[in-house]
């Protein structure tokens, strides 16, 4: 081989062994740079984590660190199990190469914490030469340490429960079964997620349970139960299968609507869940509209004990109103209308046909209740009419008909009165008007008539 031949691969092979180490110095370069910024806390090391729960208020987590270097940042990031963001906070410790750092967690959720709610959260540790160490996540629940608490499940559905009889227990259960079912396949709910009940034996159990209510509420003892959809558990006072309906329906009602709903008006939210207790009565729109307010006033739940109870009253009549006239279908479509962020009004004009307040008129008879119309089928470009579609009725002209002849006549009468005038001869002005059309025989008492006070409406 001539030697010009050798010395162009010798220079080949000396550029692929330059590149090759050009290559690697730079992997080496950005390894180091990643341990440098994205450091896996080599130098950190967790020595213990602990969380207590003290029912009510305290769920004091702690963590117990060491590094080669002083410990100068530890941040707790934390959720509710099922929620999508994370929110973080700052425990106490003082810097040293050796921590322990504490948070009560409670305090940092939010102001009220219901029992059962599941928390997870971990830890990130920042030392002095920025090394960072992130911890795996953790759970913690919430629970009401002061009872030895019972657990069953039936369904996405699990229940804690204290001081009830196991044949109780039974026998609720049981119904419960076919009532989650009915639930979720209205709901149309393929597979649930998990939700949890906690349910006291006692009133005075709740007391430091359930969320802070008047006096007055507390009193006439107006709430047996709350829901709190977006930690996926409610609270319930008795093991009563209308309640555990009631509530669980909150919840998988939240589930159906989806992340993308606005926020539910109460008196849907209420009257669903009402109509899926078996236990309920419904009351007769045209009875409960004289004593309650209308649907639009209606989007939260306020009031005296005896508003709130007609509250409820109404919202359940409106729900199974809108079922029992219109059909479960229609109340679906309606429900994946709201799931897509439309309004109330928008959905039900799309499903019904009408808005709130036609909602609200047609409850209390005040409009006719027609049924819902069947969704239009555009016509094929023959012409012919696609199934489903048909023609408008004559009687919805009936109005324009009407008005058409009384104009006719109106324009009849006006033309045989001009034709007669001109072939009559001309009289007094005055002639043939009546005692109160003359102004000649008004009397000055009339205006005093008109301003006694009284009034026509």
Known sequence: ????????????????????????????????????????????????????????????????????????????????????????????FVPSNQITANLNLTGEVSTYLPPGTEVEYYYEIRDSQNNVLRTETAVVEYSDTRFDWEETKVGPLTLLYYDQPESRVRSVTQRLESDLERLQRLLQIESADEIKGVIYAKRADTLAAFPQQSRTTTEQQVFQGFAFPEKSVF????????????????LLFDQAMGDNALPTPSWLDEGFASYMDPSSTVFNGETLDPITNSLRSMSTLTGTPH???????????????????????????????LGTGNTVDASLTAVYGFDIDGLDARWAGEAPGATAPVPSVPSSSSGSSAPGSSRPSPFLFFDAWLLGGMVLLVLAAVSIQFVASKLRPAGDPEE???????????????DDEEDDGSSFR
């Open 235 to 250: 609270l319930g006072l008795g093991m009563e299968r209308g309640l555990i309906v009631h509530e669980s329906a909150h």
């Open 432 to 446: 043939g008007l009546q005692p109160w059309e003359d102004p000649d025989l008004w009397d000055d008492d009339f």
């Open 1 to 92: 081989m001539p030697s010009s031949k050798l010395q162009f691969f010798a220079s080949l092979v000396t550029v692929k062994q330059a590149v090759m180490v050009s290559l690697a110095g730079a992997f080496l370069v950005a390894c180091l740079t990643a341990s440098s910024v994205f450091a896996a806390g080599e130098t950190i090391e967790v020595i213990e984590t602990g969380q207590k729960v003290d029912f009510p208020g305290n769920v004091d987590l702690s963590l117990t660190a060491k590094g080669d270097v002083d410990i100068v940042e530890v941040r707790l990031f934390y959720r509710t199990v099922g929620s999508r963001v994370w929110a973080y906070a700052y425990p106490d």
């Open 307 to 337: 508003a709130i109870t007609t509250f409820y009253q109404k919202s359940l009549s409106v729900v199974a109103f809108l079922i029992g006239e219109f059909g479960e279908t229609n109340f679906q479509q309606f429900v994946a209308q």
